[in-house]
């Protein structure tokens, strides 16, 4: 079964608005990732979030986790054209189906 | 430096011919990974090799499915008999070490198409 599983599966928003994607997971962790994908390219590690952390920032991102709701939120603000991509939370080798970002112009 | 590479790009080929898929981690990275991801969906991890220890064959999903490492670097990923549900993109990584502390490093894939 997935470990994490993102919600919402597919997003749009205006270009220079905030997306907020949340992702639950199923059992203990250490600490949860967040990855990038580009359509037609691998994977891009984000950022870590460990266990004992609350929120992790950076640049534009921003991280929460919750070990009691077992959930995590990535945030990106003044979202960019760039932006648009699919974003992955993953535990150690299980990863999430994702969520599918589309910042329009 | 360079990242991961995945070789073929894309592969073509036919229901039941064998195929054997690449991947070069970045140099000194002890674990790598492979992966399949399906359209639209996650990724399905397959196998998992760090350092010289057995690796973790727990997510091949059958018996036509086996991957080497040879000399702790590039790794074959090969497919015997392939299956139209083989159909996917195939996924390397690499981390520094292993664990779920170290940030993965993936290659572009390899996108196998059965006829």
């Known amino acids: 079964s997935q470990q994490g599983e993102e919600d919402p599966q597919a997003l749009s928003i205006q270009e220079g608005e905030n997306a907020t994607m949340n992702c639950s997971y199923k059992?203990?962790?250490?600490?949860l990732q967040w990855y990038r994908q580009n359509s037609g390219r691998g994977l891009v590690h984000l950022i870590l979030?460990?266990?004992?952390?609350r929120e992790k920032h950076s640049g534009r991102l921003r991280v929460t986790l919750d070990t009691s709701k077992k959930s995590s939120s990535l945030l990106i603000t003044a979202s960019r054209a760039a932006d648009t991509a699919s974003y992955f939370c993953?535990?150690?080798?299980?990863f999430g189906k994702g969520t599918r970002l589309h910042i329009l112009p | 430096g360079a990242g991961v590479s995945q070789s073929p790009s894309n592969k073509v080929t036919e229901k039941g011919k064998d195929v054997e898929l690449r991947c070069d981690p970045i140099?000194?990275?002890?674990?790598l990974y492979w992966y399949r991801q399906s359209l639209g969906q996650g990724l399905e991890f397959l196998i998992y090799?760090?350092?010289?220890?057995?690796?973790?064959k727990s997510g091949l999903p059958s018996d036509r499915f086996s991957a080497e490492r040879t000399g702790g670097s590039v790794s074959t990923l090969t497919i015997q008999r392939t299956q139209q549900e083989d159909s996917a993109v195939y996924l390397c990584?690499?981390?520094?070490?292993?664990?779920?502390?170290?940030?993965?490093?993936f290659g572009d894939g390899t996108r196998l198409s059965i006829l």
């Open positions: 990584a690499s981390s520094l070490a292993g664990g779920e502390i170290q940030p993965q490093h």
């Open positions: 059992t203990s962790i250490n600490n």
């Open positions: 979030i460990r266990s004992n952390e």
């Open positions: 993953a535990t150690g080798i299980i």
């Open positions: 140099s000194g990275h002890t674990a």
């Open positions: 090799f760090q350092g010289n220890s057995a690796p973790d």
